[in-house]
């Protein structure tokens, strides 16, 4: 069994790499960077946040850093701040309706190939998956980054 986990394990990490090239491709086609990229992905995922909610999402400063890539948003039409209804003093960065469907018109190859390696049985297996591999990266994600 060993044997076959550790091939898994490989492959796996051989498809992290694919997809993180996939996404950099993707993130040029539409004319952005890989974090403005992945900002909008999960505003039109995940709905509105405030700036330092999707600075911490994506990794960068809640300074300047996320200021920027908020910016470059707005221009490119993919999001806009608004005030929080909740508390007027703070600020939420909401998607503009369509953004995600606009990025993912650039990935339009991927999703077809992704359709056609997909056998239809296997879809529910593996968007439970899926879900739960997201469910725990983040928490891997904080274990594995750096000591300040």
Same mark, same amino acid.
């Given at each position: 069994?060993?044997?076959?986990?550790?091939?898994?394990?490989?492959?796996?990490?051989?498809?992290?790499?694919?997809?993180?090239?996939?996404?950099?491709?993707?993130?040029?086609?539409?004319?952005?960077?890989?974090?403005?990229?992945?900002?909008?992905?999960?505003?039109?995922?995940?709905?509105?946040?405030?700036?330092?909610?999707?600075?911490?999402?994506?990794?960068?400063?809640?300074?300047?850093?996320?200021?920027?890539?908020?910016?470059?948003?707005?221009?490119?039409?993919?999001?806009?701040?608004?005030?929080?209804?909740?508390?007027?003093?703070?600020?939420?960065?909401?998607?503009?309706?369509?953004?995600?469907?606009? *990025? @993912?018109?650039?990935?339009?190859?991927? +999703?077809? #190939? &992704?359709? !056609? $390696?997909? =056998?239809?049985? *296997? @879809?529910?297996?593996?968007?439970?998956? +899926?879900? #739960? &591999?997201? !469910? $725990?990266? =983040?928490?891997?994600?904080?274990?594995?980054?750096?000591?300040?």
């Amino acid at each position: 069994m060993e044997a076959a986990d550790d091939d898994l394990a490989r492959t796996l990490l051989r498809t992290a790499t694919l997809t993180v090239r996939l996404f950099q491709s993707v993130a040029a086609r539409a004319g952005l960077g890989v974090v403005d990229a992945q900002c909008a992905v999960l505003l039109g995922l995940d709905g509105p946040r405030t700036p330092g909610q999707l600075a911490r999402a994506v990794g960068v400063s809640t300074g300047g850093a996320i200021t920027a890539v908020i910016d470059r948003l707005e221009a490119a039409g993919l999001a806009r701040r608004t005030r929080d209804p909740g508390d007027r003093r703070r600020v939420l960065v909401e998607p503009v309706p369509g953004a995600l469907d606009r *990025l @993912a018109a650039h990935a339009g190859p991927a +999703a077809a #190939a &992704l359709a !056609a $390696a997909t =056998p239809p049985a *296997l @879809a529910p297996s593996l968007r439970d998956w +899926a879900d #739960a &591999l997201n !469910a $725990a990266l =983040p928490d891997v994600i904080d274990a594995t980054r750096p000591a300040p």
